[in-house]
């Protein structure tokens, strides 16, 4: 499923106008990116939490020629899944 | 740089004031839009494996099989079970808006 299913069947299922679920769908995304953007947590109970790991920047080789490379710093985050979600997809 | 800076936290319940923000609806019925919303993401990993959002991420369910673990305490020897997991993968615009900021 992709964002525009999930905005439809979120319209279809609470009889909501699609431009309605889209914004709400959109909001809920946007939040959760401006958060962990700012470097913040996020923790939606029920589904899961996420939070950004900041790695420093290294010189690496390319294992193939040798050659040397700058590997630079970047940030990337992680989603831990709840309970919830687990059992949900173990039942 | 600490991976949790100021130790701020984004819960449900602020997701739902920036919801109330961008439209005309009391906080209770969008709570529960934003609840169904959680079972429909749920329900599409579990049935399709993969939930696609795009310009965020994607959500992907894949089975491990069983293997021989050991309890590290007793090192008595266990079977994990057969299980699904979920892993999150960022896209590539994401992933640039994070690094873009630094």
Known sequence: ?91 | MSSNGNGKTLTKADIVDRIYEKIDMNRAEIKAHVETLLDLMKHSIKKDHNLLISGFGKFEAYDKKARKGRNPQTSETITLTPRKVVVFRLSRKFRSELNDQQ
């Open chain 1, 1 to 91: 499923m992709n964002k525009s299913e999930l905005i439809k069947k979120l319209a279809e299922k609470k009889e909501l106008h699609v431009d309605e679920a889209a914004v709400i769908v959109n909001a809920f995304v946007d939040s959760i990116k401006d958060s962990l953007v700012s470097g913040d947590r996020v923790e939606i109970r029920g589904f899961g939490s996420f939070k950004v790991k900041d790695y420093q920047g290294y010189t690496g080789r390319n294992p193939k020629t040798g050659s040397l490379v700058d590997v630079p710093a970047k940030r990337l985050p992680f989603f831990r899944p709840g309970k919830e979600l687990k059992d949900y997809l173990n039942k």
